[in-house]
T-cell receptor, first 111, second 114 residues
């Protein structure tokens, strides 16, 4: 298996634009997580899905953020409109039991 | 909110020495995990210790868990330059014990001097 695949690896966008981050989890994993990492706040859990259903989105910072998982092999995290404070590395991770497998992350810069 | 808090925040040692990192957490857990992150990469799972275990080994890694003190330590023996990375402890978010979203600390940045 190729592991968790995220795209794009880097994204630079202007404030106010819509940003969509994509994730393909490891086949067979039933849990998917979106994390955000910044120097100030560390690694924060934004939302997680179990069997494609959103279980806990309490970490989503505000209504500008939304996440979907239309099927077991694909998830998106959308920010609309984007703001400079959204600049961070966004990680997707998937899991079957306890161990989480992380993608390489998307480095988002909002200017 | 942060569940796991690692210390020290940064650690620099000579190659061949042992490196010890600590983690404290606040609430009851079912297990505690340690992850490594190389610069610019995703986190990689190192080891998991269950709440009923006190010590666990994996290669050059030794993890201890003290549930009465709500703390854990990660020891890397005979460090190598390739061990340079950030190390995070992670705890499960609820008593269900499944991967319901791990809570990470801010990590210990380990530098191994050649």
């Amino acid at each position: 298996d190729a592991g968790v695949i995220q795209s794009p690896r880097h994204e630079v966008t202007e404030m106010g634009q819509e940003v969509t981050l994509r994730c393909k989890p490891i086949s067979g994993h039933n849990s998917l997580f979106w994390y955000r990492q910044t120097m100030m706040r560390g690694l924060e859990l934004l939302i997680y899905f179990n069997n494609n259903v959103p279980i806990d989105d309490s970490g989503m910072p505000e209504d500008r953020f939304s996440a979907k998982m239309p099927n077991a092999s694909f998830s998106t995290l959308k920010i609309q409109p984007s703001e400079p404070r959204d600049s961070a590395v966004y990680f997707c991770a998937s899991s079957l039991v306890y161990e989480a497998f992380f993608g390489q992350g998307t480095r988002l810069t909002v200017v | 909110s942060q569940q796991g808090e690692e210390d020290p925040q940064a650690l620099s040692i000579q190659e061949g020495e042992n490196a010890t990192m600590n983690c404290s957490y606040k609430t009851s857990i079912n297990n505690l995990q340690w992850y490594r992150q190389n610069s610019g990469r995703g986190l990689v799972h190192l080891i998991l210790i269950r709440s009923n275990e006190r010590e666990k080994h994996s290669g050059r890694l030794r993890v201890t868990l003290d549930t009465s003190k709500k703390s854990s330590s990660l020891l890397i023996t005979a460090s190598r330059a390739a061990d340079t990375a950030s190390y995070f402890c992670a705890t499960d978010r609820n008593s269900g014990g499944g991967a319901d979203g791990l809570t990470f600390g801010k990590g210990t940045h380990l530098i191994i001097q050649p």
